[in-house]
């Protein structure tokens, strides 16, 4: 199957500060990423989608402020949680769709990130 | 009533045995339905991938998806150890954007 890199795959970080996600896909190109929260023992839930070139497009609910996202090229997205606070500490995930016409998708290996 | 209906298990299965799940869904404009399994603190690998209703089989595993019942099914044959791990469906629509929609997952223990 298709490859999705995430990295960092855990970071933590002080209260306050901004932490940088990045999301690749390996071996092909991808015009939407999609950004995915998920707590513990519960399913994903779809944060943004993320288009190359264009600004994401956030779920009801989700503060655009706080989550930053940029889709700069047709292999790279990437998450920014600005100004964290521990309610942020969560897993999160990417993924990537290679085929426009599909709706097989690939995911990466997810990042935990820990507010202290 | 939630889009998408999934048992939460666990489901604990002997090694060896088949392990059945499913998913039961209300909206009837989806046309694609996947399975994902998800290690604890790994993103979801996907497993099978099935474009509207008929079976796939794909080495141990088979997808079924029946459109008219809104049912679909995961199969594990010859299950591991290995094979415990939470297993999501999903579906989504062209219509929609093909945006996925998940259903909660089942949790299943292989006992060797």
């Known amino acids: 199957g298709a490859v999705v890199s995430q990295h960092p795959s855990r970071v933590i970080c002080k209260s306050g500060t901004s932490v940088k996600i990045e999301c690749r896909s390996l071996d092909f190109q991808a015009t939407t990423m999609f950004w995915y929260r998920q707590f513990p023992k519960k399913s994903l839930m779809l944060m943004a989608t993320?288009?190359?070139?264009?600004?994401?497009?956030?779920e009801q609910g989700v503060e655009k402020d706080k989550f930053l996202i940029n889709h700069a090229s047709l292999t790279l997205s990437t998450l920014t949680v600005t100004s964290a606070h521990p309610e942020d500490s969560s897993f999160y995930i990417c993924s990537a769709r290679r085929e426009v016409n599909t709706g097989e998708l690939f995911f990466g290996e997810g990042s935990r990130l820990t507010v202290l | 009533q939630k889009e998408v209906e999934q048992d939460p298990g666990p489901l604990s299965v002997p090694e060896g045995a088949i392990v059945s799940l499913n998913c039961t869904y209300s909206n009837s404009a989806f046309q694609y339905f996947m399975w994902y399994r998800q290690y604890s603190r790994k993103g979801p690998e996907l497993l099978m991938y099935t474009y509207s209703s008929g079976n796939k089989e794909d080495g141990r595993f088979t997808a079924q998806v029946d459109k008219s019942s809104k049912y679909i099914s995961l199969f594990i044959r010859d299950s591991q150890p290995s094979d415990s791990a939470t297993y999501l469906c999903?579906?989504?629509?062209?219509?929609?954007?093909?945006?996925?929609?998940f259903g909660g997952g089942t949790r299943v223990l292989v006992k060797p």
């Open positions: 993320s288009n190359e070139g264009s600004k994401a497009t956030y």
């Open positions: 999903a579906m989504s629509a062209r219509a929609a954007g093909n945006k996925l929609t």
